[in-house]
């Protein structure tokens, strides 16, 4: 089955307590992307990848890095938490923009205390 | 600059009702993509369907349909005789570059029995 699998689902952490948020697509998809979604405000890319080891920055990028060291996986890592990254985070996936339609994962929601 | 407007916040409506959701869309692009993107009570992102700039006729599919303007920059999507199950979270979202995907802030949906 296609599919774009993010775990966990759900993580409730301390600030500064280093994490990552694990993203996987079996889709064979170029392009990756990691939005955060906040009441009102929709959806927001945090960082993007148009290809294996490629990586820029979207709109909300401060306070995550991440890597794409193979095609299929985009982890999100937040080196140092805090209460403003409390969120629920999406990771999608699709051929490449701006046509292609975006394959989303199941969401992770984060609670950073 | 890129900006997808989604002016009801929230929209209550009884089933059976016919609702009308709107997206009014900012770019100078010619070449451009529209998406709308259901998300239910459950969380994940349901992908609905996808539009190019050059195709203005309009889309139905069952209950749904949507009408696309150029004239007013706007994608409107419409729920003929809803259903509780249609009570969700909606985004409109535009693409028009190799690198992002501009999202909505989302219109609220409540359809009661």
New interface residues.
């Given amino acids: 089955e296609a599919q774009v699998t993010q775990n966990p689902r759900y993580l409730i952490t301390v600030t500064g307590k280093k994490l990552t948020v694990t993203c996987s697509q079996n889709m064979n998809h170029e392009y990756m992307?990691w939005?955060r979604q906040d009441p009102?405000?929709?959806?927001?890319?945090i960082y993007?990848s148009?290809n294996v080891e490629v990586t820029?920055k979207?709109?909300v990028p401060e306070g995550y890095k991440v890597s794409r060291k193979e095609k299929r996986n985009f982890p999100l890592i937040l080196e140092s938490p805090s209460p403003n990254q409390t969120s629920?985070y999406?990771c999608a996936s699709s051929f490449?923009?701006?046509?292609d339609?975006?394959?989303?994962g199941?969401?992770t929601?984060l609670t950073v205390l | 600059a890129q900006k997808v407007t989604q002016a009801q916040t929230e929209i209550s409506v009884v089933e059976k009702e016919d609702v009308t959701l709107d997206c009014v869309y900012e770019t100078r692009d010619t070449t451009y993509y529209l998406f709308w993107y259901k998300q239910p009570p459950s969380g994940e992102l349901v992908f609905l369907i996808r539009r190019n700039s050059f195709d203005e006729q309009n889309e139905i599919s069952g209950r749904y349909s949507w009408n696309f303007q150029k004239s007013t920059s706007s994608f409107n999507f419409t729920i003929t005789a809803s259903q509780v199950v249609d009570s969700a979270v909606y985004f409109c979202a535009l693409s028009t570059s190799y690198d992002k995907v501009i999202f909505g802030p989302g219109t609220s949906l409540s359809v009661i029995p």
């Fill in positions: 992307s939005y009102g405000l929709g959806l927001r890319q993007y148009m820029d979207g709109d629920l999406f490449g923009l701006p046509g339609t975006q394959y989303f199941p969401g929601r």
